[in-house]
């Protein structure tokens, strides 16, 4: 999600149609386009992880009230019902949770994104916004990102109330993607603008979550289990919206209630990999070389329950199941789609040509050559739970529509100057592998969206794609490669053909990283 938060108004929800209309005979429901179909069924991905679903499926009260579960644990609520969080879907989470738990909670903290309740009021989103006198007091603050001031002060005041809980509380965390800014409390003598300095450094010099995340936790008090380690002896049960590839509960905005695992070591080997040891400031130093033996010992958190409540993979099963009540055979391929997007969309290409061909059974000869290259990109991706072999069994049994689908990250390296976001580049860049070779008689279409409905610093969530993309572009005088060598893809598809193919959802209050759709429809 990006700076500027702005909300689009919704896509009308059309109900969704089945295209198998009965016997073996596969037929398109009537007027239902395939990119609406696409855009429908991302919306069903979103739909399965906004905060309501989320927070109702792993939270319920028993009848009298006066004990919550969370998955198979009871807790005992007799005003004792405390909560913090901080994230950027976190402001629909706790409306979730007041909605829920409303007349126990005593007191609530909450650091989310600056504007995000003036934009969730102006986009008519109710549901996502604190009641009036709600006892949750809302800090915004973290603009682009990146630790403040404010993210500061909403830190503090968090620390304050878990410090303040005794073994009768109950304390509810509610962790989403964004809450490492959102959560700043630098061990002292580190200053937050150190910290903000080296956070940078180490982002612009490619570090990944993991890596960054290590950093964050051993210069933080909250972060690595801080938070818990505040909160005890009082109970914590943290509930989690992962926005990081495998949902790592140590990763996601830093494991503020999961014991750090890491060492001093970890930190100095991150530091001097991206050139940044030598230049460390002096109070950074200072903490790193305590941390050894920091009198608290590692943090323990034998109080702690944390649940992973969202996850791309929870999207993609929804997405999943609703394709399949539309008569696609649908196959996730993997919740863990990282990597140069360039790779990644040559990746898209060569799958719809392999499956295309295998679909309409033409040309198996061609397809064993693109098949072995298929295979060793996806090799190189280096994707753990990629389900290749599965999706193409299931495209050889389908005998009619097919739905891939995949979620996780790609990398843009920037280079231009252009206005996009890695899902427009790389639907662009998949619209064009797709036009490359002659698809037989199949309809293909291409779709990715950010789940939380902005792609980069636009208003859209992400694009879709057809072969036939590059070839319709150049009748309109538009240059592909010219827009790509830029990073000029949301440009382009405002421009080509009106901005249809742009995918606008508005702000969704949710984060479980990016979706991808591929469908492939003989003809
Ligand atoms: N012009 C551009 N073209 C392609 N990608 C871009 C462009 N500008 C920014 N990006 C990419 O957009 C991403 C930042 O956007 P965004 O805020 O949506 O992602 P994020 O920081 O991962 O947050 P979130 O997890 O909320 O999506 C970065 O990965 C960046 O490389
Ligand atoms: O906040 C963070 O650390 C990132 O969004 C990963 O969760």
């Not at 398109?28 to 679903?53: H, T």
């Not at 644990?73 to 019902?81: A, E, G």
């Not at 109950?170 to 603008?193: F, N, Q």
């Not at 990999?273 to 920091?294: F, H, I, M, N, W």
């Amino acid at each position: 999600m990006a700076a500027v938060l702005q909300v689009l108004p919704c896509l009308a929800r059309a109900p969704l149609r089945p295209l198998l209309l009965g016997g073996a005979v596969v037929r398109l429901a009537s007027g239902m386009a395939l990119a609406e179909q696409a855009r429908q069924l991302f919306e069903s991905a979103v739909g399965a992880v906004l905060p309501g679903p989320m927070l109702h499926r792993a939270l319920s009260l028993d009848p009298g009230g006066g004990q919550l579960k969370v998955r198979d644990r009871s807790f005992q609520l007799r005003q004792n019902l405390y909560l913090v969080g901080f994230g950027k879907a976190v402001l629909g989470m706790a409306a979730a949770a007041e909605e829920l738990l409303g007349q126990h909670l005593v007191q609530g903290v909450i650091s989310v994104p600056k504007g995000i309740r003036a934009a969730m009021e102006h986009a008519g989103k109710q549901e996502m916004l604190l009641k009036p006198h709600s006892c949750v007091q809302v800090f915004e603050g973290a603009e682009d990102n990146l630790p403040d001031r404010d993210a500061l002060r909403a830190a503090l005041a968090i620390r304050q109330l878990a410090e303040s809980l005794t073994a009768d509380d109950l304390l509810l965390v509610l962790i989403s993607g964004g809450g490492s800014a959102l959560l700043p409390a630098p061990i002292p003598p580190v200053t937050l603008e150190e910290k903000q300095t080296l956070t940078k450094l180490l982002a612009a010099r490619g570090a990944n979550i993991q890596e960054l995340n290590t950093i964050r936790k051993a210069l933080s008090q909250l972060k690595g289990g801080g938070l818990a380690r505040a909160a005890y002896p009082a109970q914590v049960v943290s509930l989690i919206l992962s926005d990081v590839v495998g949902d790592p509960v140590e990763v996601i905005a830093s494991g503020p209630t999961v014991a750090s695992v890491h060492n001093v070591q970890d930190c100095l080997h991150i530091l001097n990999r991206y050139g940044l040891r030598a230049a460390l400031p002096r109070s950074v130093k200072t903490v790193l070389a305590r941390a050894d033996s920091d009198p608290h010992g590692p943090h323990t958190c034998g109080h702690v329950l944390n649940v992973i409540i969202g996850s791309n993979a929870l999207a993609l099963a929804e997405a999943q199941r609703q394709a399949e009540a539309l008569g696609y055979q649908a196959v996730v391929l993997s919740a863990a789609m990282q990597g140069d997007v360039e790779s990644i969309a040559r990746f898209y290409g060569l799958l719809a040509q392999v499956a295309g061909t295998r679909l309409t059974l033409a040309g198996a000869g061609a397809s064993a050559e693109e098949g072995e290259q298929l295979r060793e990109l996806a090799a190189e991706l280096q994707l753990p739970d990629l389900q290749l072999k599965e999706a193409l069994e299931a495209v050889v049994r389908a005998r009619g529509p097919v739905c891939l689908l995949a979620g996780g990250e790609p990398t843009v390296q920037l280079q231009g100057s252009g206005k996009g976001g890695r899902n427009q580049e790389l639907a662009l860049r998949v619209g064009v592998e797709l036009g490359r070779q002659p698809l037989g008689p199949v309809d293909v279409l291409f779709l990715s969206g950010g789940t939380d409905g902005q792609d980069g610093p636009t208003e859209a969530a992400g694009a879709w794609v057809m072969p036939e993309l590059a070839s319709q572009a150049a009748a309109e005088g538009l240059d592909v490669a010219t827009f790509l060598s830029h990073n000029d893809s949301h440009t382009f598809f405002r421009c080509f053909r009106g901005g249809v193919h742009l995918l606008h959802t508005g702000l969704t209050g949710t984060n479980v990283m990016d979706a991808h759709l591929l469908f492939l429809r003989p003809r």
